[in-house]
Each structure stands twice: as structure tokens, then as C-alpha cells.
């Protein structure tokens, strides 16, 4: 089971980015796929969630209008899409998978919002 997140970087505040996260090794489809991040000194927390088919999603009110969570299960794929980047944004994402207690995580990404 691997998931690798890709995108992170540095960008300014008002800015964009978005994140990928691959997975393989499980059936992706069947999965809620979730974003966490972790900024220092404070505790992981969610971000915005989808679930296997795509059909719901939920955010974290510090990002409700802002950020997008989407998939793709024909690549495996789940992606944030993450407008008006604020310097509080700064974090760790982290892709989490999740599927009847079986839980994996990403080794996560770098998201810097500095000027």
C-alpha cells in the first residue's frame, strides 16, 4: 500500500496550488479519501474529506470557499485544490485513505505561504 502526495511548495499569500495524492495497492474506489495537514507545534487536523464515489464532500469551516477536494478513480487519484492561500495555511498535508477500520496515510507535503 503506498500513498504519495505531490504538489507542495512555496507560494504567496493569495495564491494557488494544487495536490495530488496517488495511491496504490488497494481498491482506491471503495476509500474515503481525506487531507489533513499539521502545521508545528499543533495537532493534525482535516482538512476536507470525499468519499469513495465521489459523491459527498466535506470541509474544515477555515477553508469552506477556498479549497476543493476532488478524485479521480480511474488514476487513482484524489487532489486539493487550494485558492487564496493564507499564511495559516502553511502546513503538512498529509493524504489519508479510509475503509472499514483500514486507515493508510501519505508521508506528506510541504505547503508554505510566505511573502
Known amino acids: 500500500v503506498q500513498l504519495v502526495e505531490s504538489g507542495g511548495g512555496l507560494v504567496q499569500p493569495g495564491g494557488s496550488l494544487r495536490l495530488s495524492c496517488t495511491a496504490s495497492g488497494f481498491t482506491f474506489s471503495n476509500y474515503r479519501m481525506s487531507w489533513y495537514r499539521q502545521a508545528p507545534g499543533t495537532e493534525r487536523e482535516l482538512v476536507a474529506f470525499?468519499?469513495?464515489?465521489?459523491?459527498?464532500?466535506n470541509y474544515a469551516d477555515s477553508v469552506k470557499g477556498r479549497f476543493t477536494i476532488s478524485r479521480d478513480n480511474a488514476k487513482n487519484t484524489v487532489y486539493l485544490q487550494m485558492n487564496s492561500l493564507k499564511a495559516e495555511d502553511t502546513a503538512v498535508y498529509y493524504c489519508?485513505?479510509?475503509?472499514?477500520?483500514?486507515?493508510?496515510w501519505g508521508q506528506g507535503t510541504q505547503v508554505t505561504v510566505s511573502s
Open positions: 489519508r485513505a479510509s475503509f472499514q477500520g483500514r486507515i493508510y
Open positions: 470525499i468519499t469513495g464515489a465521489g459523491g459527498n464532500t
